[in-house]
């Protein structure tokens, strides 16, 4: 009964019916906010829900600020939007689920990451390279899954209050209620608003838009160890309104008018999941699971003259089978996945709708002679009625050569769909023309996009004058056979959608040097060089708006805990972002062009925080404390409704300096 119980509650924090992620979920029980293991098989980085109180983590999209793995930037400087990267390229190259189930996808991809909230969330895991065949065939450079808060392990009340300068003011309510032994829900709330007009670089456009939003989550969870059952149900609702633009804009007023240039974004999003899961009592090493997930996504919007409707209807299902070869040093995963796409999408009153559908399997061989080497091979076989009858292979290997070090290598393919206006949504708040050079492929004239990623990477735990300390190399590349070219290089009034007429590659080296300096104080540091070129038309180019070097810094230090739980944190992150490629602006007027590269710059955040006992904190921050903003963060914005004006060419923060404090409440 002890091994059944020991074994069900790894199932149903991991919930993923993979073993690789139950043996992920374990590392998360350290102290560290963010956790590597010696023995995981896969590049996985654990980021615990301490690492994400370590600055402003308002939503999914600024939980990573913190963390060397993912680069945070700006996607442009209407909407404040924050876009993440990892080995060099953008989000939809990346697998994002919730508790394994895809989230952020399709429609959502532009905006999709700042409607989870931080606080729901108790760790993520990030994957470089390419996933588990579990997950899917769509992952390309890696994937990030987000565990949010179990309810059996809930407390039973948590408020948290933000306020910053930039007039963002947000609340967090949490409500939790343990009905028995083996049934818990709870009801999360969150509402957030931004209600001044502010405009730090005169331009006259807003640097952060008006809006608010209100997101609802009811979480259920059962799990009883006499049976082996376990399953999660969520209910969720979302609704956010954005509107930015020129300051003087009246959306009564001036909608889709030319008196003054002004965006609104309205969303609304219902999403329902569910999971059941069995454990064999008479074999624990062996269980079943059952995951479904439907979400309905509805986003209107206009930017100036170019509105963009997207409504998508999404439904998936993912049938898992666990057990062994023999014994437990040979592990398997299959099953069937279903998913079904629709999508209503008008595009300045052009109908682009289509529906997507793909049935797959999927088989996952798992050794692991509990010593020094370990891999997983996996591979899938799906029908998708667009990208049609095609075969996913991926492997991961670990070896640990000696004490404290390991040696992981992974390779695997990964197929998609570009959704080329979701996104690329910041594109429409420009002049630029949108022209498609091909047709014969079957999403939007273009055919799918095909990606092989290969990878290596070694991390050696050591001692350093007394001082645990550690050091990690990663080296990987991705290899399109195609992709959907978004070309911004030919000219600074088009933009061009076609299927790769040559070569695109990224590749990504990071290295990584951690070391505990004193007890208490940790500095964690990371210098990254990417090479990321691709063939346009008119040229082989950098990947426009994207660093080749970067560095990355984070100095964190806790004072001992005092009675009744008090204590004092300190958190300082310094990012520095060599130059980048701009987009093509060489036929504009002197005024409104950029040079051929942006300047190199830096930003430095900080955040302390007082905690007053075990259930009181309070947290004050600053962002960007050095206030560097980009010269011109949009070109031709005195007369936004010409040939010029383009807002999409973000390389640096807009807004300048921020600070913000905010306090968080418990009932235990």
């Not at 608003?193 to 670089?201: E, G, L, Q, S, W």
């Not at 009564?252 to 009592?281: A, C, H, M, P, Q």
């Not at 299902?317 to 999408?345: H, Q, R, V, W």
């Not at 004058?465 to 990987?476: C, R």
């Amino acid at each position: 009964m002890k091994k059944i119980t020991l074994l069900l509650m790894l199932f149903v924090t991991a919930i993923s019916f993979s073993q690789e992620k139950l043996d992920e979920v374990k590392v998360i029980k350290k102290k560290k906010g963010l956790q590597k293991s010696l023995t995981n098989t896969s590049n996985t980085t654990v980021v615990s829900s301490s690492e994400l109180l370590k600055a402003a983590c308002c939503n999914l999209a600024e939980s990573f600020e913190t963390n060397p793995s993912i680069d945070v930037n700006f996607a442009d400087p209407l909407t404040g939007t924050k876009q993440i990267k990892m080995l060099g390229l953008t989000s939809p190259y990346l697998m994002i689920t919730e508790e394994n189930i895809p989230s952020v996808r399709g429609a959502s991809q532009a905006y999709g990451l700042s409607f989870t909230p931080g606080t729901w969330v108790e760790s993520i895991q990030i994957t470089k390279g390419a996933g588990s065949v579990v997950n899917g065939y769509e992952s390309i450079s890696g994937q990030i899954n987000t565990e949010l808060i179990k309810p059996l392990k809930d407390i039973p009340f948590f408020l948290n209050a933000y306020g910053s300068t930039d007039s963002r003011f947000e609340l967090n309510t949490h409500f939790n209620k343990k009905i028995s032994d083996d049934w818990a829900t709870s009801l999360y709330i969150h509402g957030n608003t931004r209600v001044a007009k502010n405009d730090m670089n005169d331009d006259g456009f807003l640097d952060n838009p008006l809006g608010k939003q209100i997101n609802l989550v009811n979480r259920w969870q059962y799990a009883c160890a006499e049976t082996g059952w376990v399953s999660f149900i969520n209910f969720k609702y979302m609704k956010d309104e954005k509107q930015t633009g020129e300051i003087e804009y009246d959306k009564n007023r001036d909608k889709l008018t030319t008196n003054y240039w002004g965006s609104e974004i309205n969303t609304e999003r219902f999403d329902f999941t569910s999971k059941v899961g069995y454990v064999f009592k008479e074999m624990p090493y062996q269980s079943i699971g059952f995951q479904n997930g439907f979400s309905n996504h509805n986003q209107q919007s206009y930017f100036g003259l170019n509105q963009y409707n997207i409504k998508q209807q999404s439904y998936y299902s993912n049938l898992i089978f666990n057990s062994i070869i023999d014994n437990t040093m040979n592990k398997f995963s299959t099953g069937l996945n279903f998913t079904y796409d629709k999508y209503a999408e008008f595009v300045n009153f052009s109908d682009v709708s289509r529906i997507d559908n793909s049935a797959g399997a999927f088989f996952e061989y798992t050794f692991d002679n509990n010593d020094k080497f370990s891999y997983i091979l996996g591979a899938r076989f799906d029908y998708h009625n667009r990208l049609g009858a095609f075969f996913t292979p991926r492997l991961h290997a670990r070896y640990n050569p000696w004490k404290k070090s390991v040696f992981r290598f992974s390779a695997g393919r990964g197929k998609r769909a570009a959704n080329i206006y979701a996104e690329n949504q910041q594109l429409f708040a420009s002049s630029r023309l949108f022209s498609l050079l091909d047709n014969n492929g079957k999403i939007y004239g273009l055919n799918p996009e095909i990606a092989w990623n290969y990878g290596m990477s070694y991390t050696q735990n050591f001692s350093l004058f007394g001082k645990s300390a550690d050091v990690t190399l990663d080296f990987y590349r991705t290899d399109f056979q195609n992709q959907s070219i978004v070309d911004v290089m030919q000219s600074p009034q088009q933009v061009l959608f076609y299927n790769l007429k040559g070569n695109s590659f990224a590749n990504s080296f990071q290295l990584d040097f951690n070391i505990e300096l004193i007890k208490h104080l940790n500095l964690r540091t990371a210098y990254k060089y990417y090479d990321i070129a691709t063939d346009y038309l008119s040229g082989s180019f950098q990947r426009p708006l994207q660093a080749k070097n970067r560095f990355f810094a984070n100095l964190e230090f806790e004072t001992h805990i005092k009675e009744k739980g008090k204590q004092w944190k300190f958190d300082y992150t310094f990012n520095w972002l060599g130059k980048q490629q701009l987009p093509n602006t060489a036929s504009n007027p002197v005024n409104d062009r950029l040079p051929t590269f942006s300047p190199s710059f830096s930003v430095m955040n900080a955040q302390v925080t007082r905690t007053f006992s075990s259930t009181f904190e309070m947290y004050l921050g600053a962002e960007n404390i050095g206030n560097y903003k980009q010269e011109k963060a949009i070109l031709g914005s005195d007369n936004p409704f010409g040939s010029t004006f383009d807002t999409s060419i973000a390389y640096a923060p807009v807004f300048g300096q921020m600070f913000y404090a905010g306090l968080r409440f418990k009932i235990k």
